[in-house]
């Protein structure tokens, strides 16, 4: 009797057989030929070379299909590539042990089913076609025995899981509270405090109050972990006086980008189309006459300004009507002209005078772009011998006095950005830049090129007090900005808790009205929503923020609606909860098989099978 109900499906053995004979088509590649059958045991299975071998070459190909680029073998165990293969194909041999021993098995019957319905296995009559069979697992490197006990270890193990996690749901109550955790609205008023709300000025820092506020808080002083680097710096600039450009490149130059200095007038046009010579006539005279405007004859055909918005046109281009449209002033319609599309009404929105940059006026620009591009050549001509010259033992110093390179120092930190600091290629030069290297020349973004020597480290450290004064002055009066505000703050709690409301007490009020969790409020500081969805109704809470304080109070709470969009997100969640509570418990079980089954791995079989990897 054919078997039914398990998770094995026609569709998915198909898929596996589809992606098995891919994977394993041209596998001759890689040849495994000697004493060695097998990498390990799993129990009372084996786990075969080539097994091991096909899994692997199958996973590299399948890296490469969806990258597009060519992944070696080297760069494939990099990523731990062949040690997750190893891991899944222990696993699975795991499983199959466990059937074994648990007696599960579909059944030859069931077996063939699914071998002559799969459709590789077909001949051109639909058919199960014995000798195309054969010939595709030949090419495969697989005999039918082979197969066949793969078909039927594979299904199962999918029985097994089957009997494992089926049935295993997640208590709706859970899904339930996902919801209303999700759905559930605040109501709240809230008012800000800030420096304009004081019911006095601060009082100025003393030396004493700032020593004392320096030494309480060391951490919020401290100088960033940097690196003391000497570095030499070559820019096409230093090199210009060196660079020569001739009067005939410059016109050559001009010549060549004659459009940029010399172009007509132009104008911004609107084209109307209408499919004939009459209609064209009644939407001019209805202009002239009726009182209607340009627009409304646009929108009366369906249409948008966008759509017959033609941008700015030289005369040339609007070929018969280019005349007529030339002539007319700015904001004018005119027509009906002749275009290629039909008669059309043209309305010009403005000019764009003619441009004649002569010569003599180009030519310092031209000069200046000229010479840029040559004496950026020139710097990286001269960047290999600068180069050979370091690899040679020439210090930075030397190349500076010796060519235009110029010699300079920074104390690099990861937030520098200042002068070589801006260039990105410099920043990722230094953040790799180690005790030991040696320099080299290094190419910027603007083709300037540098070389950088570490001359030393230092770790984070604190910021002696007389550089940090400014800083701690200001972090002084934010600290004690932040307590004034409380202490008023409170005040108006209590006041608010006794019955006054926000106006009476000077606040400028705001009222949110059913908020969720992941509203965003303007102006609020970063807590705000989290204290108000953990507050209970008439609770008046204190948030602080970057440059003041928030009074907020719940006023109510709304649960979750109950509508088609929550019912369908609770579907949604019960499923998924289901699949990753169903899926944990069979890893859990497979897990516990594995460590039963006591896998041993023979290391050197490994090593024998990826020597034969290219």
Do not use: C
């Amino acid at each position: 009797m054919k078997a039914k109900g398990n998770s094995v499906t026609k569709t998915a053995v198909w898929i596996l057989m589809g992606m098995l004979i891919l994977g394993l088509g041209g596998f001759g590649a890689v040849n495994f030929n000697g004493n060695v059958s097998s990498i390990g045991t799993v129990g009372d299975k084996e786990i075969s070379v080539d097994q091991y071998a096909r899994e692997l070459q199958q996973q590299i190909r399948a890296i490469e299909g969806q990258t597009g680029e060519a992944l070696s073998f080297q760069q494939a165990q990099a990523i731990g590539l062949d040690r997750a293969v190893l891991q899944r194909i222990v696993r699975l041999r795991a499983l199959d042990n466990e059937t074994t021993e648990m007696g599960i098995s579909i059944g030859d019957e069931n077996l063939r089913e699914r071998i002559i319905d799969i459709p590789s296995f077909q001949g051109i009559d639909g058919n199960f076609d014995r000798e195309g069979y054969r010939f595709a697992l030949q090419q495969a490197g697989l005999s039918e025995a082979e197969f066949e006990d793969s078909l039927r270890e594979e299904a199962a193990r999918s029985l097994l899981q089957g009997a494992i996690s089926g049935g295993v749901t997640m208590p709706d109550v859970y899904a339930q509270t996902l919801v209303n955790f999700v759905g559930e609205k605040r109501s709240f008023t809230w008012a800000a405090l800030t420096q304009d709300n004081l019911q006095a000025p601060l009082p100025a820092p003393t030396d004493a109050d700032l020593q004392a506020f320096y030494d309480a808080n060391p951490d919020n002083f401290l100088l960033p972990a940097s690196k003391s680097i000497t570095y030499v710096i070559l820019t096409p600039q230093d090199v210009l006086d060196e660079v020569e450009i001739s009067e005939d490149e410059l016109r050559k130059a001009y010549e060549d980008r004659a459009d940029e200095y010399i172009q007509p007038e132009r104008r911004l046009v609107e084209r109307l189309v209408f499919p004939n010579e009459e209609a064209a006539n009644l939407a001019a005279a209805a202009l002239e006459v009726s009182g209607t405007t340009f627009d409304a004859l646009v929108l009366d055909r369906g249409l948008t300004l966008q759509d017959i918005d033609m941008g700015d046109v030289g005369r040339l281009e609007l070929d018969g009507a280019g005349e007529a449209v030339f002539a007319a002033e700015p904001g004018a319609v005119v027509g009906p002209l002749p275009t290629n599309l039909g008669p059309a009404l043209f309305r010009v929105n403005g000019i764009l005078p003619s441009l004649n940059t002569t010569f003599e006026d180009a030519s310092p620009a031209l000069q200046q772009d000229l010479a840029g591009d040559r004496a950026a050549r020139l710097v990286e001509v001269r960047a290999q011998d600068l180069d050979d010259q370091l690899a040679g033992g020439a210090k930075l110093e030397q190349l500076a006095e010796e060519s235009k390179m110029t010699l300079g120092t920074i104390e690099w930190t990861n937030g520098s950005d200042q002068d070589i600091a801006a260039y990105e290629t410099f920043r990722a030069a230094a953040a790799a830049l180690t005790e030991g290297d040696f320099p080299k020349i290094d190419q910027l973004e603007d083709g300037s090129v540098f070389a950088m020597r570490l001359d030393g480290t230092k770790p984070e450290r604190p910021n002696p007090f007389e550089d940090a004064r400014t800083l701690v002055a200001e972090a002084w009066t934010a600290d004690q900005l932040l307590t004034a505000l409380t202490v008023q703050a409170e005040e108006a709690q209590s006041a608010l808790e006794g019955g006054s409301d926000f106006a009476t007490l000077g606040l400028t009020e705001n009222v949110q009205e059913n908020l969720t969790r992941d509203a965003v409020i303007s102006r609020a500081p970063e807590g705000l929503l989290t204290e108000v969805f953990e507050a209970a109704p008439g609770d008046i809470r204190i948030i602080e923020g970057a440059d003041g304080v928030v009074i907020a109070r719940l006023d109510s709470i709304s649960a979750a609606e109950d509508n088609d969009q929550t019912q369908q997100l609770l579907g949604q969640l019960k499923t998924q909860l289901n699949q990753q509570l169903s899926q944990d418990v069979f890893t859990l079980y497979s897990s516990d098989v594995v460590r039963r089954t006591a896998p041993m791995i023979d290391q050197q079989a490994i090593n024998a099978v990826h020597v034969n990897f290219p």
